[in-house]
């Protein structure tokens, strides 16, 4: 009789963490998922063509081609942790124009293939769109463009840099509550 018990419980465990694997979905990049340790995601990148910048102690810093530009990828991530978010700079514009133009693209580009997202787009006093100087507000912070789309697995951020570039950044949700549970335990543990 213990062994039918014990049987029976060993196939109910294991469909219930099988099934709770395969309900587990990361936010992709480049169909990556982002997930595992920093080593590993660079490995994964470098085999897609990226080529390793600089290694640090808070992250990685990758070149190579992203939606056909070049572009550095970021990963904000230690060496301990596992990988939460990815960071695309792409090159600085020297125009308003053009770089107005840069961050719209990829917005309906990510609108066409995730659906609307939520955006924030204005300039603080006392500049404004047409004024002439809508470079000196990016580079003052004082232009805000930036619009999130919400999905399943996490967010993703189109955005103007105060460096006069586009960042798309890519957050995974489950790796992220991950992270922050991590880090306020060790806050916690601290105090």
């Not at 133009?101 to 769109?129: C, I, Q, R, V």
């Not at 580079?139 to 619009?147: A, D, G, N, Q, W």
Request: charged share 30%.
């Amino acid at each position: 009789m213990k062994r039918i018990f014990f049987a029976l419980f060993f196939f109910i465990s294991a469909f219930f963490l099988l099934d709770a694997q395969a309900q587990s979905q990361h936010l992709t990049f480049k169909g990556i998922e982002i997930n595992g340790t920093l080593t590993e995601f660079i490995s994964k990148l470098q085999k897609q063509g990226f080529t390793l910048i600089d290694r640090f102690e808070s992250g990685a810093a990758l070149k190579g081609t992203f939606a056909g530009e070049d572009a550095v990828v970021l990963i904000p991530c230690k060496e301990n942790e596992i990988v939460w978010k990815v960071v695309v700079d792409f090159n600085e514009k020297n125009t308003w124009y053009s770089l107005k133009s840069a961050y719209k693209s990829y917005k309906e580009s990510l609108t066409s293939k995730y659906g609307k997202g939520e955006s924030y787009e204005y300039f603080k006093s006392p500049y404004y769109d047409g004024d002439g100087y809508e470079m000196s507000a990016v580079k003052l912070e004082k232009c805000f463009y930036s619009t999130i789309f919400e999905i399943k697995e996490g967010d993703i951020i189109v955005e103007i840099c105060k460096g006069a570039n586009v960042r798309i950044s890519y957050e995974d949700n489950e790796n992220y509550l991950k992270i922050k549970e991590k880090r306020e335990q060790q806050k916690y543990d601290d105090l």
